[in-house]
């Protein structure tokens, strides 16, 4: 007899080789605590349980079955939910392990995290900005999805939100911290070994809530954009190459701009602004002219209080569309771009309570873009699968930890498949922070539409 652990309700049982030995094992869904147990078999009638590697849901799973759906002889799992009017299949990504979580010690009330490969090893690193401790963590990646214990490098009084750019041309990354506090953005340039020299301070607009980089006046140095909550209106600071900026120069959006991305939506070569306006429950595009400076902008409706945005091509036209993360309203506004700079009406798709954070690639490797949102009073994410069409499927949601705050993903172990990283507000024990890692590859309901 195996356990299943007190109060489990086991419901359903798979057999099949999870773990690529040729050896039946045995995954068992528990109605009671809503997860999947696996149990590796040695193919003498025992089986060794894997329960640190369980699938947890937000509902009850009913039933289950096992095949090998990707033809990449191994067997995945198909789960259908009590209540629910869709079926989730879970590839095996490792051995015998399916959504696997782990979690690393950060600073004080993390706010925003990015990525990049810091000492030139081509491995990916993260890096997390920590508002509570005015400081960012440093985590270097060792290429298998682990990575080493934070050093701390220290910014101004509660940053906010980091971009990660060589701004002095020396092909080692460099880190921009807006500084929420102190009205300001700290450069900290790289030594390409993964540390990082002491800040360098610069001026932006009243309370800097969000920033990107790009080049805007097309001389191939990298210049910095920031958006300015309290002054409703983006910084420009344009970049000289060598690590250093020109004073700023502001351009006015909407009302409380909480969020900011770049791209080129008129396809002029040229790139572009685009800012959510948390009290306006709009949008703002700035089009840029390719010397610095940009357009008035245009605004768009979308939900209440946009917190987020990300861009890419989700109807395969070769032109931008952007996603928002709706606050207030729990969901997400798709507008699909018309390639001259101006968007369709939003197509509102629900997301999981609070979404906070939106993130946009191919999760399921189908090739077609896929959204993932932080939802941080949910504890949860919510992955929502592209058509590539510009439609999207119903929300799966994951567990995350407590009050997820920001996302990111990456190829973290070297796998060729995109990892997803979430940064966890609160701890569960409120005296720690955690950085959870959460390997989506595998927990893609990549054919949950067959059962619509």
Aim: net charge negative.
């Amino acid at each position: 007899m195996i356990d299943t652990g007190s109060n489990s309700h086991p419901i359903s049982l798979a057999i099949g080789d999870f773990n690529g030995d040729k050896k039946k094992d045995i995954a068992v869904a528990n109605y009671g605590t809503k997860h999947v147990d696996m149990m590796l078999g040695d193919d003498k009638g025992t089986f060794v349980s894997q329960t640190s590697y369980e699938i947890a849901f937000d509902i009850h799973p009913l039933v289950m079955a096992s095949g090998d759906f990707n033809n990449d002889k191994q067997s995945e799992i198909a789960i259908a939910y009590d209540g629910s009017d869709n079926v989730d299949i879970f590839a095996a990504y490792d051995h015998g392990s399916f959504a696997a979580k782990t979690e690393y010690s950060i600073g004080i009330n993390p706010r925003s995290i990015a990525i990049g490969d810091f000492n030139k090893d081509t491995r990916l690193d993260i890096i997390i900005v920590n508002e509570g401790s005015d400081d960012v963590s440093v985590l270097l990646g060792f290429g298998n999805g682990s990575f080493e214990t934070e050093t701390r490098y220290s910014v101004g009084s509660y940053p906010e939100a980091i971009a990660v750019g060589d701004f002095n041309n020396d092909t080692r990354l460099d880190i921009v911290v807006a500084n929420w506090f102190d009205d300001d953005v700290s450069v900290l340039l790289g030594t390409g070994n993964g540390s990082f020299a002491n800040q360098t301070r610069y001026s932006a607009g009243s309370d800097p809530q969000a920033i990107a980089i790009g080049d805007f006046n097309d001389d191939t140095r990298l210049d910095i954009v920031v958006a300015n909550s309290y002054s409703n209106e983006v910084s420009v600071l344009l970049g000289y190459g060598n690590g250093s900026f020109a004073p700023k120069t502001n351009f006015s959006v909407g009302s409380y701009p909480e969020a900011i991305a770049i791209g080129d939506v008129n396809n002029d070569n040229r790139l572009d602004i685009i800012v959510t306006n948390a009290a306006g429950n709009n949008v703002s595009i700035l089009l840029g002219y390719g010397d610095g400076s940009f357009k008035n902008q245009s605004m768009y409706s979308v939900g209440i209080y946009p917190r987020s945005v990300a861009i890419g091509d989700f109807n395969n036209d070769t032109r931008l569309d952007i996603v928002i993360a709706n606050y207030h309203s729990n969901d997400v506004s798709v507008l699909l771009g018309n390639g001259n700079g101006s968007f369709g009406n939003e197509t509102k798709y629900s997301a999981g309570t609070r979404p906070q954070a939106v993130a946009v690639g191919d999760f399921n490797g189908d090739t077609r873009l896929d959204i993932v949102v932080a939802n941080v009073a949910g504890n949860n994410i919510s992955i929502l699968l592209g058509y590539g069409n510009g439609s999207f499927e119903k929300q799966t949601k994951y567990s995350a930890g407590s009050g997820p705050l920001a996302i990111t993903f990456g190829d973290f172990n070297n796998d060729t498949r995109l990892d997803i990283i979430v940064v966890n507000y609160h701890s569960n024990d409120k005296t720690k922070t955690d950085v959870f890692k959460y390997l989506l590859t595998l927990t893609c309901s990549q054919y949950s539409h067959i059962a619509r």
